[in-house]
């Protein structure tokens, strides 16, 4: 599934930050293809953190295989010292099978975050005092489509990045080839 963007999307992150705006501006509109279940998207989120896309790739083929399929039931019934040997680390491996608990137990229902409110959603994820302090420190709404698209940018920063230094570099040599 492609991720669904428009003009008003980019004019607001260009708005937030002038260098981003700058690199929008040079490569324009890119087609991104995510994740459309979100508990397999938050796994894929938390295995590929600080840690490049290539290995991202290799662990995340790995936990695929494990599992069969990536789902709350899956991880919560595979002990953590499977994930390990999958090259997970031990504490992403605690988020995800804390994350997987939460979602069998009902304590947290992935269906209705994309209704929340940030700080709704945030207190279901973290608890309500938690969530208060996050509130607090970024009080701005930002507009449903782009809270979605930002719920996978952590994941997709990793490939993104690169892609983007891909464009770059091709651009850069081009044009000092054509010099």
């Given at each position: 599934m492609?991720?669904?963007?428009g ?5 607001y992150?260009?708005s ?12 324009g ?23 490049s896309?290539?290995a991202?790739?290799?662990?995340l ?8 399929e990536i789902?709350?039931?899956a991880v ?13 680390s031990?504490?992403?491996a ?21 209704k929340?409110s940030d700080a709704?959603a ?13 509130a607090s ?12 698209w ?14 983007v230094?891909?464009r ?12």
């Open positions: 492609n991720f669904r963007y003009k008003k999307e980019m004019e992150l260009k937030r930050d002038r260098r981003l705006g700058e690199i929008i501006d040079q490569i509109r890119i087609s991104w293809t995510v994740e459309p279940d979100l508990f397999s998207a938050i796994v894929q989120n938390i295995v590929s953190q600080q840690i896309g290539k991202a790739e290799s662990i083929a790995r936990v695929g295989e494990l599992l069969g789902t709350p039931k919560a019934k595979t002990d953590m010292q499977a994930f390990r040997s999958c090259g997970v031990q504490r992403k605690e988020y995800i099978k804390d994350f997987a608990a939460k979602v069998v137990a009902g304590e947290l229902d992935l269906d209705a975050v994309g929340m709704e945030i207190a279901a994820s973290f608890g309500t005092s938690r969530a208060t302090s996050i420190r970024d009080s701005q709404r930002i507009p449903r489509r782009l809270r979605r930002l719920s996978t940018a952590r994941y997709m920063a990793n490939t993104a990045c690169g892609f230094l891909q770059c570099s091709s651009k850069l040599s081009s044009e000092t080839a054509s010099a």
